[in-house]
DNA sequence: TCAATATGATACGATACCGTATCGTAGCGT
DNA sequence: ACGCTACGATACGGTATCGTATCATATTGA
């Protein structure tokens, strides 16, 4: 199929190859870097210098050092997998606990401060921040949802306050008070919030 | 007093007149500065062109780039009043409203994902973000102590949960989540923290 | 008034970074 | 095997910033 004549070059399919090696390199390595320096001290060269791969390449492939900071954040993004305990509680929990397990560690927690304070004047990472973010709150609105289809929660609970007395206080740890994240404040938070509804 | 002699100079004594100028212009230039663009923008050749105040003199009273923005971010320490209604609610309200109203709005909701960035790698300013925060919950504290001395909260309540369950979801609207903080949340946030107690 | 001292203006060296240009080389698909 | 294309190495111009040096000027306090 579409296999009609030799001379037909579709650029976007014969990428494969060295350009798709090189795009992986560099894209990781900017990722590790950012994971480091976070977004300010970010430097072309340096992934250069770093991932072996010539600067001149770099430029090849994205226009700016922006475009691969942009890039790079994109693949931020956590891909977490939602729990079914069957109840809201064991769910959140679930969800919670995890959370809880990678703040300290994840590469992520390292690069989200510096993309939120980036956002706070970039309109484009604004965008990714948004993203990363709807990407946090999803498992957590699910198993919500699937509480209100069970019935086990009121149908007109007011999800983003509950998502936000949910993730807020350990956001709050990590970020702000700098305090250890272990599971009997994640339990305390969750009582506190399930008991409400 | 203390007027002994005429030759005694008191080095630290005789800072007054230029020297007093000079150094409030530079920081108040400084921290406008740090509103607008954070730590990782900063410079000293912008202060000084904006301050009318000359980089030599900025290098005199400050050794280096990083001493002035260290300087600059130690007066936002909000300085913030502890009110007393007589009841634990009451108290609360009054605090995370106040919190509500100027984390939108004050210059420090604008520097102080900068400062959370740079504290993730760089002690100094780790330090300071201590002290901005302890600020932030000191009020909560002071508050809540109240309440345990009346009786009205339980002893060995656990004040650092608490204080995470209630400022950790109005900050996480702030920077994560970016949604409004408005009363009826607020309220909300507090009436579930309370209730649980 | 006068001397000490803080300031301003300017220039400078050093460094780091961005993004481009050039040209030779190596790998890829056919 | 061969040609197209991506890649590497290197150099470069431009800009921004840090922090220092120098010297003239203004301000202050006695």
Same sequence: chains 1, 2.
């Avoid at 399919?13 to 795009?23: I, L, M, W």
């Avoid at 957590?140 to 949910?166: F, H, K, N, P, Y």
């Avoid at 305090?179 to 506190?192: G, Q, S």
């Amino acid at each position: 199929m579409t296999t009609s004549k030799k001379s037909e070059r579709v650029p976007s399919a014969k990428v494969n190859g060295r350009v798709e090696r090189s795009r992986y390199t560099v894209l990781t390595t900017a990722f590790e870097l950012l994971s480091e320096g976070g977004v300010a001290s970010f430097t072309v060269d340096e992934v250069s210098r770093r991932s072996g791969v010539a600067k001149t390449t770099i430029y090849r492939h994205w226009p700016t050092r922006e475009a691969l900071v942009i890039d790079a954040c994109s693949r931020m993004i956590a891909e977490q997998e939602v729990p079914d305990t069957g109840t809201l509680e064991g769910d959140v929990t679930a969800i919670l606990e995890e959370i809880a397990h990678l703040l300290p560690t994840a590469n992520w927690s390292f690069v989200l401060p510096s993309i939120v304070d980036t956002a706070e004047r970039n309109p484009e990472f604004a965008e990714i921040h948004s993203r990363i973010q709807r990407g946090h709150a999803a498992p957590l609105r699910e198993v919500l949802q699937r509480a209100v289809d069970r019935g086990e929660l009121s149908a007109d609970a007011d999800m983003s306050t509950i998502v936000a007395a949910l993730l807020g206080p350990l956001f709050y740890r990590r970020w702000f008070s700098r305090e250890p994240i272990d599971v009997p404040f994640v339990k305390a938070i969750i009582k506190r919030v399930l008991a409400s509804l």
